[in-house]
């Protein structure tokens, strides 16, 4: 009779044999013959497995055991609603691995509210150095979660007001509204703005600087205005706009359910006036309308003035941008003149009241107006030795060759320095401020309170050959003319001193021709 072999015996025999091996081998001193056999595993999830009121635009975190890198798979977030689901690739851009390579963060889009969410991971998502994989989650184990808000929203957003309203036919030339029935946030997609030939003429990332959302509006700042006298039409893809339970805006993807007529411009030599009477519209007749600073970090503020009326005031934080246009892209070629009217108290550096150019450094090209140095300028003191108290810088686009004379290649207005001195603008005291640039004659002049301030004997204050018939902003970067700012958004506020500029500004005129003394004078008595 043959004796039974207990085939569990040999099994753990074997086991125990490689046991041993594994540890013989772990101990060599070869380190070619270190071997790594174990897959891979999750250590914690981010949301926790059963967690309530999840943020609808988290992110989903998994921390592994080990050092990982990308495998194959996907990603599954499952809700009730089957079009919300989300497959998302692990080599998508939407999964990134960090912290030494133990922290896979996966971003989807955002979630519906009030919803019972699963993810599943598939196996094989990562694979650890030596090239062991994901097993997957174990099957005793889910990872779910409710997202946060009212799960009773399950309307789309409706549009409440279109700006310009469908079939105008005076529409501004630079900017686009929508208004909703609710709140609403970005979504993934594009605005696109098309000719009634059907080109594109802009298209806009809703989740890009151009595009605001400020509760139920969705604001649009066209980085290049529309042509004057055009027809237009807007479409927008379902889902490039949400409500703020996820709830997708079904879009408008027709020719006809938002189109357009622009104005057909002034045809006059004033191409900007803001009067500032409530609001920041222009009333030339070429609706250059000005909007909020894309960066500021405070609104304006309208006010009544004692002495002027309603005007602006730009607190600490808050400035104003102009349209980006070609009547506002100054060439070597092209007259023009900027008058306004303001009102400040000094502050020490150097911060700009309004300009076209990086005032990071006085040789970037553009033009712009600033204080410096104005809490100490007095030009009725012999004594005071303040270099500036407030200048007009001009430089030219890179590259021109200038008179070895200017420094630097550019040319700056210096009150301090005029012959006699210009008073001071920042003495809490309303001043009216013009600036002419004659490419013509070649000859820059600066007004204050219509009377002319210059020094003959230095070039640099006045003779615009200097710039060698060059554009006179910056052709590369094309930042818009900043009222409160430099023209990048971001000089003043780069500053804990330039921050604090504070003052108030009233009836902006721009123009493309150079003011006469007589009309500077008609301008002082309005």
Known sequence: MKTKINKTFYFYIAASF?????????????????????????????????????????????????????????????????EATQVIDVNSDQVEISNVGRVMTINPQDFLSGRNYQVVIDAGIVKDTAGNLFFGMPDNEEWTFTSGGNPGDLDAPEIAELTPADDATDAPVSSLALSFNEDVKAGVGEIVVYDTGGTAVATLDVEGESVTIDGPTLSIALPNSLAFGGTFYVQIAAGVIKDIAGNNFPGIEDTTSWNFATTAGSGTDLVVHLPFDGNMADISGNKFDASLGATATADVEFVNDAERGMVVHFSPGSYASLPKHDLLRPDGNQDFSVNFWTKLVGIASDPCLIGNSDWGSGGNPGWLLAIDDADQYDPTDPANTIEHGWLVNIAAEAGKVFPPQIEGGRMD???????????????????????????????????????????????????????????????????????????TGGYNAGSDTRKQLDGFMDELKYYNKALTPGEITTLLSE
């Open 18 to 82: 490689l046991a041993v091996l594994a540890l013989l081998i772990s101990c060599s001193d070869d380190d070619a013959f270190v071997g790594d056999i174990v897959n891979p595993y999750v250590v914690s999830y981010n949301p926790v497995s059963g967690v309530g009121g999840v943020d609808l635009s988290s992110n989903l975190v998994l921390t592994f055991d080990d050092i990982v890198e990308k495998g194959t798979g996907n990603i599954t977030i499952t809700t009730d609603l089957p």
């Open 413 to 487: 207005w210096r009150a301090a320095t005029c012959d006699p001195k210009a008073p001071a603008l920042a003495d809490d005291a309303w001043h009216m401020v013009t600036i002419v640039f004659d490419q013509v004659n070649k000859e820059l002049s600066i007004y204050i309170d219509g009377t002319e301030y210059g020094n003959a004997a230095n070039p640099g204050f006045s003779d615009l050959s200097i710039l060698n018939g060059s554009q006179v902003y910056d052709v590369t970067k094309d930042y818009p003319l900043n009222l409160w700012e430099d023209g």
